[in-house]
């Protein structure tokens, strides 16, 4: 029974491959080493200068790895400090995870200034078990408040920032800061919690042109990253992960809903109106 599982498990995670070759002019390596860079911003920040600078501190693939931000010489937060965007629809995507890597980078909401780590879990750090096949990241000044209750799916927020799920053909650095153009969104349901996936395209990207709404995604595509987020959890013992709204990803105009639910929640995370619990706000 286990072996058929792993088969299964493996049919899925080959069809997603495939599927997101669907969105790309072209596939290239990610296994590049991380120094310090400078990274522009998309929009006018809240900082006060116009590019952000990222610093490599402790180990690749190390608990002691740290990717921190700085702006005029000062430490900030990629999380508070960076600018949500949303004029016309574009939105600041900040990349945890570059697509075709496995490493489950993230920002540590919980250590001063948020740097983005790598998840450990049981005391070991945290490894996608085949690579994702997309940019994987979030939208800064957002919440999903685990206060709040959605009033139509009954479950609450997973305590992070909004996740963003960029379908384009070219892997984006871990730390980098893209406008992405918001399509869609799926309401995935991940042990009891609501655990929002927006789905985005690079500005940039050749298809972004043509790519408005979500019906303008084709099915695969939204079908592969559906199925990669349903079956990726199971490897380690762990149920399938579900998802609201007939499963389907709601339109750009919900998704820009969504967002802005999100990003009132963080301004009630940073006023203090919303319980902080752990997370470092400063």
């Given at each position: 029974?286990?072996?058929?599982?792993?088969?299964?498990?493996?049919?899925?995670?080959?069809?997603?491959?495939?599927?997101?070759l669907?969105?790309?002019?072209?596939?290239?390596?990610?296994?590049?080493?991380?120094?310090?860079?400078?990274i522009?911003?998309?929009?006018?920040?809240?900082?006060?200068?116009?590019?952000?600078?990222?610093?490599?501190?402790?180990?690749?693939?190390?608990?002691?790895?740290?990717?921190n931000?700085?702006?005029n010489?000062?430490?900030?937060?990629?999380?508070?400090?960076?600018?949500?965007?949303?004029?016309?629809?574009?939105?600041?995507?900040?990349?945890?995870?570059?697509?075709?890597?496995?490493?489950?980078?993230?920002?540590?909401?919980?250590?001063?200034?948020?740097?983005?780590?790598?998840?450990?879990?049981?005391?070991?750090?945290?490894?996608?078990?085949?690579?994702?096949?997309?940019?994987?990241?979030?939208?800064?000044?957002?919440?999903?408040?685990?206060?709040?209750?959605?009033?139509?799916?009954?479950?609450?927020?997973?305590?992070?920032?909004?996740?963003?799920?960029?379908?384009?053909?070219?892997?984006?650095?871990?730390?980098?800061?893209?406008?992405?153009?918001?399509?869609?969104?799926?309401?995935?349901?991940?042990?009891?919690?609501?655990?929002?996936?927006?789905?985005?395209?690079?500005?940039?990207?050749?298809?972004?042109?043509?790519?408005?709404?979500?019906?303008?995604?084709?099915?695969?595509v939204?079908?592969?990253?559906?199925?990669?987020f349903?079956?990726?959890?199971?490897?380690?013992?762990?149920?399938l992960?579900?998802?609201?709204?007939?499963?389907?990803?709601?339109?750009?105009?919900?998704?820009?809903?969504?967002?802005?639910?999100?990003?009132?929640?963080?301004?009630?995370?940073?006023?203090?109106?919303?319980?902080?619990?752990?997370?470092?706000?400063?």
């Amino acid at each position: 029974q286990h072996a058929r599982k792993k088969a299964r498990i493996m049919k899925v995670v080959s069809a997603c491959m495939m599927m997101s070759l669907v969105t790309s002019t072209a596939a290239w390596s990610t296994a590049r080493s991380l120094t310090s860079r400078r990274i522009p911003l998309a929009m006018a920040s809240t900082v006060a200068t116009g590019d952000v600078a990222t610093e490599v501190s402790g180990e690749v693939g190390t608990e002691s790895y740290r990717l921190n931000f700085k702006a005029n010489g000062a430490t900030i937060s990629p999380w508070h400090d960076l600018p949500l965007g949303g004029e016309g629809g574009v939105y600041n995507m900040l990349t945890e995870i570059p697509k075709y890597s496995k490493a489950k980078m993230e920002v540590a909401t919980k250590e001063p200034n948020n740097p983005i780590a790598q998840d450990i879990k049981k005391g070991k750090l945290r490894d996608y078990h085949g690579p994702i096949f997309w940019n994987y990241g979030c939208l800064p000044q957002t919440w999903e408040d685990p206060n709040e209750e959605h009033p139509e799916l009954k479950v609450n927020g997973d305590d992070d920032p909004i996740d963003v799920v960029e379908i384009g053909s070219s892997a984006l650095e871990s730390g980098s800061v893209t406008p992405v153009k918001a399509l869609g969104v799926l309401a995935m349901i991940d042990d009891g919690e609501l655990d929002w996936k927006v789905l985005a395209i690079n500005t940039a990207d050749p298809l972004a042109a043509s790519y408005n709404d979500i019906d303008d995604v084709p099915e695969e595509v939204k079908m592969g990253v559906r199925e990669w987020f349903r079956w990726y959890k199971t490897p380690d013992d762990k149920p399938l992960n579900g998802f609201g709204f007939d499963e389907k990803f709601l339109n750009k105009a919900e998704t820009f809903k969504v967002i802005e639910e999100t990003h009132q929640a963080w301004k009630n995370l940073k006023s203090g109106a919303a319980d902080k619990g752990k997370l470092w706000t400063e």
